[in-house]
């Protein structure tokens, strides 16, 4: 997980450690920059509080550019800091992602409208033929799963050099954040360049469940049950469900407090200011929603 230059990412990343804590018992790792202090009440929900070396160059999303330098594990699951961890079940996917250099859910996609949101979309074909890549890999990039080796290597320079190159406003569109780039078109494209795909593993059988577009759920920590009703702009309902909730923009915001309130409470933490979090909710457009 990262958290650079808002204080309020660290307080996702605490919630997201302490849902982690009750069913994991693999390490945990923060990457954070000089702006942000981790204070010792805290502290030890991380085996290790990572600083980044500065770079100017990239803001927000992008700093993922830096994950494979930066982790200091063999296998990496990154999850973004709005994500909750619900079911010792993750234990399946870490053992079906080994031995692959890097996974992530999602589809193949080569025409029509692609990472779409509220703040931009982009036309598969057109980035296709740009970089001349066979597809784009679509999938949203709150999870990723990577081991160190030449093929997680090469998945992370390919996206940098996309960043660097000249085509970068051409591959992404600027996020939220003055200087941010979005960081699915790079990784997407990277991968495309690559020939690697993403997984499609059944709706109902996700590593990761995004929540824009909920209609109805069941999101339970105790249980862990998370199982939700999905309507997309245009699309049909789909039943969805995982073992990693990642509420995009921190929406539906009742939900995520109540879970939150429910794992500081268990930890002896004070709550958060939820006047501090303004849900954004950043729906994708596409076809089919790399949840």
Not at 66 to 78: A, E, F, I, K, V
Not at 248 to 271: I, M, N, Q, S, W
Request: with cysteine; aromatic share 10%.
């Amino acid at each position: 997980m990262l958290a650079f230059d808002d204080a309020r990412y660290l307080d996702l990343a605490v919630n997201l450690a302490l849902s982690v804590r009750r069913v994991e018992t693999r390490p945990i790792s923060i990457i954070v920059n000089r702006a942000i202090q981790v204070p010792d009440a805290v502290r030890s929900l991380f085996d290790e509080a990572i600083v980044a070396p500065e770079d100017p160059s990239v803001r927000g999303a992008m700093n993922k550019l830096g994950l494979y330098g930066l982790s200091p594990y063999h296998r990496t699951l990154y999850l973004d800091s709005d994500c909750l961890l619900f079911s010792p079940r993750i234990a399946f996917f870490w053992q079906q992602y080994r031995g692959r250099g890097f996974v992530v859910e999602g589809h193949r996609q080569s025409e029509g409208s692609v990472f779409a949101c509220s703040l931009g979309e982009k036309d598969a074909g057109a980035l296709c033929r740009l970089l001349n890549i066979p597809f784009l890999s679509v999938f949203n990039a709150g999870a990723m799963y990577f081991e160190r080796g030449p093929e997680a290597a090469r998945v992370f320079a390919a996206t940098r050099a996309l960043y660097d190159g000249p085509h970068r406003d051409a591959i992404s569109y600027r996020y939220k954040h003055a200087g941010e780039y979005a960081d699915e078109p790079f990784f997407g494209a990277a991968l495309g360049q690559l020939g690697i795909a993403p997984l499609e593993p059944p709706a109902t059988q996700r590593l990761q469940v995004t929540t824009p577009n909920i209609t109805d759920a069941i999101i339970d920590l105790d249980t862990g049950d998370l199982r939700v009703v999905k309507q997309p702009p245009g699309g049909k309902a789909r039943v969805w469900a995982g073992v990693v909730g990642h509420f995009c923009g921190l929406a539906p915001v009742d939900t995520y407090f109540a879970l939150a309130d429910k794992l500081r409470r268990e930890a002896g933490l004070p709550a958060m200011d939820r006047r501090l979090f303004n849900p954004v909710v950043l729906t994708a457009g596409h076809s089919e929603e790399g949840s």
